[in-house]
């Protein structure tokens, strides 16, 4: 039996387009590893692909790729969280609407550019954050003998949060690290009902910095080529659906929690958020 909750390392990533589009949801998968078993894992990834690895935007040409990581996922019974959002709402459009009018107010006061501040990019930090709250909600109700006494102290836990590069340009990369870095105070819900206390750091890298993140890239790739594709009856993404869906079916459901939802939710950042900033004055 362990003495203490582990520290956990989570993988997340995204599938879908982030835009306006209503057509199809956008997709976030996350899964959690506990950091020590991290190496081990990739390497049996790797092993189990024989280096062969692809994208699964790329994987409709090969048939091994995709089946090997769901196999793995089987094997290892790796823990994942899917969040589907659906972007047909009334209030996706005002999220859409209040943020760009909140952007441009930004930009004008601060006559320069702040990636950071726009709709999308602050969408993405606001599901990654979810992403990662449902796997250390998932991990402590999988693993709750784990979690401390209500007699102990609320154990600190450490969690690296690997992002998959999708958040572009080193402005919108260092305000992400900084916002999961800030994040601790406010877990007030997780020290209370779980009595841990989780420190993050984000880390963003692409595939081929950690194979790993293939996983969760897969993950979301499935769930959204499911609703995407779907339909079809025949073509390489239903030939890969195929393929993949009895291993799916096969993964221990203890182990996935997946969200469908449509997008209801508020624009996150007030109006007020860019008054106090000082135009930047002409040399």
């Keep these: 039996m362990k003495s203490r909750f582990p520290d956990l390392t989570f993988f997340i990533d995204a599938a879908g387009r982030y835009s306006h589009s209503k057509e199809v949801p956008i997709v976030f998968a996350g899964l959690a590893v506990e950091t020590s078993a991290v190496n081990e894992i990739r390497e049996s990834l790797l092993a189990s ?7 699964w935007s790329k994987a409709t040409g090969t048939k091994e790729c995709s089946p090997s990581i769901f196999r793995l996922l089987g094997k290892r019974q790796l823990l994942g969280a899917v969040r589907v959002v659906w972007k047909n709402t009334p ?36 599901q990654f954050s979810l992403v990662c709250g449902d796997l250390i909600g ?35 990369q260092r305000v992400c690290k900084n916002v999961f870095a800030q994040i601790e105070g406010s877990l007030t819900q997780t020290q209370k009902y779980l009595r841990l206390r989780p ?30 594709y779907d339909s079809q009856k025949e073509g390489e993404w239903q030939d890969l ?35 106090r900033i000082l135009p930047k004055k002409a040399k």
């Design 49 to 55: 692909t024989k280096g062969h690895l692809f994208k």
């Design 91 to 126: 209030e996706w459009n005002r999220y859409f609407d209040e943020g760009q009018r909140l952007y441009e107010k930004g930009v004008k006061k601060a006559q320069e550019p702040i990636p950071f501040a726009k709709p999308m990019a602050t969408f993405k930090l606001h």
């Design 138 to 172: 998932l991990y402590a109700r999988r693993h709750r003998n784990w979690l401390p006494k209500k007699h102990l102290p609320v154990q600190p836990i450490e969690v690296a949060a690997v992002f998959d590069s999708d958040i572009h340009g080193e402005a919108n």
């Design 199 to 228: 420190k993050i750091k984000v880390d963003i890298k692409t595939e081929q910095e950690d194979p790993l993140l293939l996983l969760a890239d897969h993950l979301a790739g499935y769930h959204y080529s499911r609703r995407a």
């Design 241 to 275: 659906l195929e393929a993949v869906e009895p291993l799916v079916g096969k993964l221990p459901p203890n182990c996935y929690q997946i969200t469908e939802e449509p997008f209801r939710e508020r624009y996150l950042l007030s109006s007020a958020t860019f008054d």
